[in-house]
Nanobody, 114 residues
Framework: QVQLVESGGGLVQPGGSLRLSCAAS????????MGWYRQAPGKQRELVAT???????NYADSVKGRFTISTSNAKNTVYLQMNSLKPEDTAVYYC????????WGQGTQVTVSS
């Protein structure tokens, strides 16, 4: 089992920045991929960014050049640095981890508004 706890969401003005963190605990030795997804009201959950084996990253086209995913040296925390935020980035952001199963965090709200 893997437990994921997110932090760092909040309210920010357009053009601002936020950094999300997700701490993993439990059977983390077998995790090979971690990532962030988001779900806006009335929309399906969508991929934001993933990082595989600590180095290979993948981003949604809508966030490329603005968001950066990274992990801690111990590979038990994944970060999402979000810059140049737009109102359309407003959503609940979920941390995800995969080993033999899929695990999700509880979600953290990000609101971009003036």
């Amino acid at each position: 089992q893997v437990q994921l706890v997110e932090s760092g969401g909040g309210l920010v003005q357009p053009g601002g920045s936020l950094r999300l963190s997700c701490a993993a605990s439990g059977s983390i030795y077998s995790i090979y991929r971690m990532g962030w997804y988001r779900q806006a009201p009335g929309k399906q959950r969508e991929l934001v960014a993933t990082i595989t084996s600590g180095t290979n990253t993948n981003y949604a086209d809508s966030v490329k050049g603005r968001f950066t995913i990274s992990t801690s040296n111990a590979k038990n925390t994944v970060y999402l640095q979000m810059n140049s935020l737009k109102p359309e980035d407003t959503a609940v952001y979920y941390c995800h981890a995969r080993n033999f199963d899929d695990y999700w965090g509880q979600g953290t709200q990000v609101t971009v508004s003036s």
